[in-house]
């Protein structure tokens, strides 16, 4: 059974299906047939036995800014892939070669309808930093604020959507023709990154994230967002202000020494706390590369490209499932876990109840150096997708977002201990979300709804009372069907008084036995063997009528 091929994709087809094979998905090839359309061979003893997750992430980066992102949306998919995968795509890194100046020039030009000279006093030809999607340059506005340009890589889209085609005609082959596919649901995941994609590209969207953060974390002090510059700004250049540090992981050992560390992790865990307990906004991607110390010893979050939202009702089963890990309540974590996923018809219960309790025991057993709250949630996710328990995305970006904030944690203090965060600053997020109910607007609406309920009141009282009045008042409970409970105690019943009368019938007969008569059947007294023949042909006609009449009502 061969795919239909697209000529114009069949090198992405020849990636795919070689990665598929390096890396333990041979099957996968088989079954879709592509092997033997592109002239692959579908085996792997020619390749390294047991590739390490590494690998995979290396092969992501060289295959391109899709599968690149391909890799950080499944880095989220805990129950699709073991841990040590999800930690090395959540590294994934996209450091290439630069583009040139002239189509740097050229396309913010276009997009901001002057020349560079008009709109900038100076811009530095040489990018701060490049990356598959765009590149980052210094300059300075007229006005002599200092800035940096955020420039999207040119035919990037194009790349990216074609990249996508070649993707999409996989997917849904293996969705339909192999049990993996039915399982995982490769199109959803597809779709899944395609609007993530799409997002990224639209950097007015990353624009408005970077604002969003700035009002949520005004609050901080020891934690700066950088402002983006909007009359400076489109779909693909994003103007922001420059901040002035280095990456956290570029500080020298006597630098970090200088640091107040402690008080900048505890703040630095606390802001994300309120962004996912809180705000249900929240920067998903804090890893070393985007955390910046500024030269004023505060923290700065870059790159907003990737965020997440978690909804209200998700916001308090989360922060359950976290004081439940830290505090080492396996049964509360398990059952939180149960109420937050869709349970399936293959989910067993006591076996993922029992692999939450090794999880968080061996979390609490853990030293002060191994502690990771974040692993442990990745881990819940992973054990629930075994365990037929299907778990929300946001569960296993949250999982990741504590496991990068572990790592910056740690960075800045050695000592850091998340658990121990996140037991202090519980009760305070709880307390900021119950302030956060009482809103304006939130108050507001519920006056609405009262306003109504009053203004209701009396004509559905005065309603009531009309069919009180009247004797019409009926009380409708859908509890059971009565009717087929009486026939049932009646069948009961019957039975039980034919068996009564039988047992009758050959107590009788044995009696009988002993009276001599000149009336006798088979050399027995006759009217005895009546009554045992009677007894023997009822006793048979109520089995077969109890057989075939409970068989029926089965059907």
Known sequence: MGISLK??????????????????????LANSGLHETLGVEPLDKALPPEPRADELAR??????????????????????????????????????????????????????????????????TKPLAAASLGQVHRAWLRDGRDVVVKVQ????????ADDLDALADIAEFLDKHTDWGKRYRFVEMLE????????????????????????NLKSFTRIVVPTPIEDFTTSRVLTMEYISGKKITALSPLARMELMGEELAEELFRAYLQQILVDGFFHADPHPGNVFITDDQRVALLDLGMTGQIAPRLQENLLQLLLAVSEGRSDDAATTAIKIGEVTEQFQEISFRNRIA??????????????????????????????????????????????????????????FDPNASIRRNGAKMLEERLWKALSPGNLFGGILELKDLLLRLPGRVNQILDVVARNDLKVKVDAIDELVLIEGMQKVANRITVGLILAALIVGAALLMRIESSFRLFGYPGLAILCFMGAGGGGLILVINILLHDRSSKK
Do not use: C
């Open 7 to 28: 000529p114009q994709h069949l090198k992405r087809y020849k990636d795919i299906a070689f990665l598929l094979i390096k890396h333990g998905r041979s099957d996968l």
């Open 59 to 124: 092969d992501l980066e060289k295959l391109g800014p899709t599968f690149i992102k391909l890799g950080q949306l499944l880095s989220t998919r805990a129950d699709f892939l073991p841990p040590a995968y999800i930690q090395a795509l959540t590294r994934l890194q996209d450091n290439i070669d630069p583009f040139p100046f002239e189509e740097v020039d050229a396309i913010v030009s276009h997009e901001l309808g002057v020349r560079i000279s008009k709109a900038f006093s100076n811009f530095e």
């Open 153 to 160: 890589r040119p035919g990037i889209r194009e790349i990216i």
């Open 192 to 215: 899944e990154l395609r609007r993530s994609l799409w997002r990224e590209l639209d950097y007015r969207q990353e624009a408005r994230n970077l604002l969003t953060l700035n009002i």
């Open 358 to 415: 090794a999880l968080v025991g061996a979390q609490q057993a853990a030293t002060l150096e191994r502690m990771q709250v974040g692993r442990v949630v990745l881990e819940i996710t992973q054990a629930s997708g075994e365990s037929g328990l299907r778990l929300p995305a946001e569960l296993t970006m949250l999982g990741k977002t504590l496991l990068n904030l572990d790592l910056v944690g740690r960075t800045l203090d050695p000592q």
